[in-house]
Nanobody, 124 residues
Framework: QVQLVESGGGLVQAGGSLRLSCAAS????????MAWVRQAPGKERTFVAA???????AYVDSVKGRFTISRDNAKNTLYLQMNILSPEDTAVYYC??????????????????WGQGTQVTVSS
């Protein structure tokens, strides 16, 4: 089992940057595939990016070239560097863990563990 705690959200102007972090408990963090998922007001949770246990990455098209997902297994931490933010990126951002360790697609229901979320607000 793993517990996840996100941080780093906040208010930023369009065009700005933020770096989200997700601290994980437990000694098996490196075995999980990890993802960032976001939920905009009034909408369902949607996949943003994922990184497998071996370091392979996947992104939703709308963030490619702007967002970078990474992990530091020594620190049990997942990151999301977000650049060139736009108001459309406003959402609560969640980190999630998949015990399968591999990328199994963008369906958010496949992730076993979730953090509590961190709010990102981008003003125009």
């Amino acid at each position: 089992q793993v517990q996840l705690v996100e941080s780093g959200g906040g208010l930023v102007q369009a065009g700005g940057s933020l770096r989200l972090s997700c601290a994980a408990s437990g000694r098996t963090f490196s075995s999980y595939a990890m993802a960032w998922v976001r939920q905009a007001p009034g909408k369902e949770r949607t996949f943003v990016a994922a990184i497998t246990r071996s370091g392979g990455c996947a992104y939703v098209d709308s963030v490619k070239g702007r967002f970078t997902i990474s992990r530091d297994n020594a620190k049990n931490t997942l990151y999301l560097q977000m650049n060139i933010l736009s108001p459309e990126d406003t959402a609560v951002y969640y980190c999630a863990a998949d015990s399968a360790g591999i990328f199994r697609g963008t369906l958010t229901q496949r992730y076993d563990y979730w953090g509590q979320g961190t709010q990102v607000t981008v003003s125009s």
